[in-house]
């Protein structure tokens, strides 16, 4: 399967492990999906899920003053942690930035509310500009 697919996994791993009620760790969240589809790059889920979860408060800071009057706690969970991947594959991988803007986008466009995909597209355009 895509990247694409493993990405949307990997947000759902990330979304399930801040629920306040979960108490798995990233292992068994991420074990639990691999039934379902044992074609994704684990490999790559695995190495999102626990960067991010790793990396949380340097992620926070990096995009944090982009913002625009808005706080890290008044984002919606959904658009919080799709920030947090884009930045941390944008600091840690080789995938062109616009690649991994545009998997954001579509990622809030698929998990976020309407018209929320704008306001991720311009706080991840402008990190490393």
Known sequence: MSRKESRIQAFQTLFQLEMKESDLSITEAINFIKDDYPDLDFDFINWLVTGVKDHEAVLDEKFKPYLKDWSIERLLKS?????RMATFEMLHSDTPEKVIINEAVELTKQFSDDGH?????????????
Do not use: A
């Open 79 to 83: 658009d919080r942690i799709i920030l």
């Open 117 to 129: 995909y704008k306001f991720i597209n311009g706080v991840l355009s402008n990190i490393n500009n």
